[in-house]
């Protein structure tokens, strides 16, 4: 019912201007709120046009869609209040880390009429494993992120200027606890022994991880999601885990500058997948990590988010060549909360799932943020016996919904049964 109602709600978004991006890749439980972003003074003309975009259409599908929407708004909003000293909104309403811009493909000369103008060169920051440079600037004192990005783009309109954009993934695993062994995994052949990479919050210590390191301040340190998403991938067969804690105690985590550094030192230690439930709006400079990796060898899989159709695009899902996954229930169904991107490649289980907390619990979890391992897996155990290993993916993959490629479960189910109880 829901897929249904996905043309007139995104032309009617389009229409609306909503340019805020998705924040998270998961929703544990329906009705828990999702942080994601929102635009102020927007929301009440946002519905009542969604209204009228799907008039007589199914009533109860566009409640929920509202309610994703409100839950998006709420959140970001909240989220603002608490942090204000170390993020603030864009030019485009999003989350940033406060204060600063980042300047990716540009020589020190390049920023000579930017610090004529107040900007501050911060730090010079080489992205090891991906062989590029940024540079972190500080706005001039006392103007607006929004305002400073407008400037630069006036002052400095041929380089490349993006935020701190910060990508979330909120929501934890389920309050009551399951039995501590976790289900195996049906559709995992034999253990996969090549290397994968997570970028998320860091793994707890009864998750087996090869390594693990941080790229914010206070990380790694072990986070429900973290747990969560690499327990889901070790029970998938995946034995040689490396993550990455771009989060740590920083309330500017997750943010465009942690998450290229993340993949750049996961590029450069072999990992040939990785996976990334999170979510957030375009950004420049990750863009440029994601293609530098590609070309690298690397295949990054990421999450469609969990805001619903009616959500803007998820990224990194929505970028060239990343694989993007949603999630479908134990029935094959997909997850209403399910959000989009600009392409879709796979689904994988995200309800009926099992994975484990910080503290090694064995949870229920439900989302796209936990499908996303899950297909990771699959990827990882095809490119592992070389050769052809997307046309061998697509053979292993289970058809949903219409016959062949569709916007609602793409080219099929991978992983099916994975991380479920029988």
Known sequence: MMRRLLPPILATLASAGLVASPLSAQLQLPGVPVPAPGLPGTLGDLTRQV????????????????????LRARAIDRLLDRNPAAIERDAAGDLARRGELLVTGAADA???????????ILSREEIAGLDFTVFRLGVPTGVALAKAQRL????????????????????????????????????ARAPIDLAVGVIDGAAGASVPVSLQKGFASGAPRASDHGSAVASLLHSAGARRLMVADVYGSDPAGGNALAIAKALG???????????????????????????SARRRGVVVVAAVGNDGPAAPPAFPASYEDVL?????????????EAGRALHLD???????????????RARAVRGTSFATPLAAARIAAAMEDGGNW???????????????????YGRGLLCGGCGQRK
């Open 152 to 187: 630069a783009a006036e002052i400095a309109p041929g380089l490349v200027v993006a935020p701190d954009s910060l990508h979330f993934a909120a929501g934890e695993p389920a309050a009551s606890s399951s039995p501590s062994v976790l289900p195996a995994a049906p559709d």
């Open 346 to 360: 796979y689904a994988a289980p995200g309800a009926g799932v099992y994975a484990r907390d910080a503290k090694g």
């Open 390 to 408: 997307l046309h061998r993916l697509d053979r292993e993959a289970r058809d949903l919904g219409p016959k062949g490629d569709d916007d609602t």
């Open 265 to 291: 030192w996961l590029s450069a230690s072999g990992c040939k997948v990785v996976t990334i439930s999170l979510v957030g709006p375009r950004n420049a400079l990750l863009e440029r990590a994601i293609d």
């Open 51 to 70: 209204d009228a975009a799907v008039d007589g259409v199914d009533l109860a599908a566009t409640r929920e869609a509202q309610r994703l929407l409100r």
């Open 324 to 336: 993007a996954i949603t999630g479908v229930d134990r029935k094959g169904r997909a997850l209403i």
């Open 110 to 120: 390049d920023l000579a009429p930017l610090e004529a103008a107040g900007f501050r």
